[in-house]
């Protein structure tokens, strides 16, 4: 039987490994824009927005223990911005759109999660750090495809999606809670990856420029 030390979900950041989604090159992983034109899957097309764009990685693993999970993804934005997400990409589509990842032959989605900011909200301050004002994490969860309610993944449909390891892009976008005009100059978002049935989690620091020898 495992025991709570041996239930781990990992899943580690990477760099993006996919040039062209949203026309961001795999290194730009913080950048904001004005409204342009349409992009199917984009949210905030007519509005001044900022991209939030990471890899991750989830190898090969047995999920002992787990019997379903849900994956979790929160990030310390301000307070003055709402973030929307978009689907885990896998590869480039056409143009500028993104093949979805796919588990249990349905793509993911994120719904909004207060629970899962509080928890990295907890996480975070649990080692000793400070909160910045005007700052808070704003949490996700796997969902539906209506994005209304938590999709949890058996261990069964994780083993088939994951098989000997994952490599993944993910993409968000922050804007104006009161909708504005006003350009939003880009800055650091720290992201934190979890699951709803582990203890396993990480931190790290996305960068409107990407230091030499990033992760």
């Known amino acids: 039987m495992a025991t709570a030390q041996d239930v781990l979900f990992r899943i ?17 992983l913080i950048s904001s824009h004005s409204p342009h034109g349409r992009i199917p899957e984009h949210l905030h097309d007519h509005m001044p927005h900022m991209h939030i764009r990471y890899g991750f990685e989830i190898p090969s693993q047995s999920f002992q223990g787990i019997d379903a999970a849900a994956l979790e993804v929160a990030m310390f934005v301000k307070k003055t911005h709402r973030v929307d997400c978009n689907p885990i990409f ?10 979805c990842l796919k588990i249990a ?8 999660s207060e629970e899962v900011g509080k928890k990295a909200t ?6 000793g750090r400070k909160l910045t004002d005007g700052y808070r994490f704003s949490g996700f969860r796997t969902s539906d495809l209506q994005e209304r309610s938590t999709r949890r993944y058996t261990r069964h449909e994780l083993l088939a999606a994951v098989g000997l390891g994952l490599r993944c892009d993910q993409h ?3 804007t104006w809670i009161e909708p504005k005009t006003d350009p939003i100059e880009p800055y650091d978002v720290i992201i934190c990856l979890s699951d709803d049935a582990s203890s396993f989690h990480t931190f790290f620091r996305l960068q409107p420029t990407v230091s030499l020898g990033a992760w």
């Not at 950041?13 to 090159?25: K, N, Y």
């Not at 896998?90 to 093949?99: D, F, K, L, S």
């Not at 907890?122 to 080692?127: H, I």
């Open 172 to 174: 968000f976008q922050a």
């Open 12 to 28: 580690y950041p990477r760099l993006p490994a996919i040039d062209g989604i949203f026309d961001l090159g795999s290194n730009v």
């Open 122 to 127: 907890d996480l975070f301050t649990g080692t």
């Open 105 to 112: 032959g349905e793509d993911v989605h994120w719904v909004h």
């Open 90 to 99: 896998v590869a480039r589509g056409p143009g500028a759109e993104g093949v």
